[in-house]
């Protein structure tokens, strides 16, 4: 999962196997929740979202799940590949004027 | 990038001097946020806006300013830089409706010495 130390929290996989990466959210009134990607030097880039009113949605290689009685949020990476290298974190808002990002997971792929 | 280009893509500056970032996006978004990145934390909000002359604060505004006189433009002024705003910045941009994704830059790496 993610948290608020100078370490981020690191995920090592194979390459071809399924990446889970958590997400712990704080505010219960959240009702909108995006995943995103970071490679090294850039921007964030959009992965997949979800609103309150699912539990799961589908993309391509990618699923979100979304259990709002324990305010928990994943994402799942199916087949991962060397590309998926990144640090993945999520981002939580209820107004949409703000949203709240998680510090982010590490993701290293095995090839 | 969804069309969003930050520029300088970095810069070097001195204490107590001003410094402009530039965010632009042809994407004709309606809004526009500022961002800030620094290890330990997630990215956190300096200032937004939901449309032409019309911004607001987020969660980490004291230093900064911000204006938007053209929809595709949004710019953000630290007024006299201090070393607590060397940081990564991103500009973001986003469609009709606040809950929607947001596109980000490639970011602008400041240093303030």
């Known amino acids: 999962g993610e948290s608020v130390g100078l370490h981020l929290p690191t995920l090592s996989v194979q390459e071809g196997d399924n990446s889970i990466i958590n997400c712990a959210y704080s505010?219960?009134?959240?009702?909108?929740f995006i995943w995103y990607k970071q490679e090294s030097g850039k921007g964030p880039q959009f992965i997949i979202d979800?609103?309150?009113?699912?539990d799961k949605r589908q993309g391509q290689r990618v699923t979100v799940l979304l259990n709002k009685t324990v305010k928990h949020l994943s994402l799942q990476i199916a087949a991962t590949q060397p590309g998926d290298s990144a640090v993945y974190f999520c981002?939580?808002?209820?107004?949409?004027?703000?949203?709240?990002f998680g510090t982010g997971t590490s993701l290293t792929v095995i090839p | 990038d969804a069309g969003i280009t930050q520029s300088p893509r970095h810069k070097v500056t001195e204490t107590g001097t001003p410094v402009t970032l530039r965010c632009h996006q042809t994407?004709?978004?309606?809004?526009m946020y500022w961002y800030r990145q620094d290890p330990g934390h997630g990215l956190r909000l300096i200032h937004y806006?939901?449309?032409?002359?019309?911004?607001d604060k987020g969660e980490v505004s004291d230093g900064y300013s911000v204006s938007r006189s053209k929809t595709e433009d949004f710019l953000l002024t630290l007024e006299s830089a201090t070393s607590s705003q060397t940081s990564v910045y991103f500009c973001?941009?986003?469609?009709?409706?606040?809950?929607?994704?947001?596109?980000f830059g490639a970011g602008t790496r400041l240093s303030v010495l």
């Open positions: 981002a939580e808002t209820s107004t949409g004027n703000q949203f709240y």
């Open positions: 979800i609103r309150s009113n699912m």
């Open positions: 973001a941009s986003g469609r009709d409706s606040a809950k929607n994704i947001q596109y």
């Open positions: 806006s939901y449309g032409v002359k019309d911004t």
């Open positions: 505010n219960s009134a959240s009702d909108y």
């Open positions: 994407e004709n978004h309606r809004y």
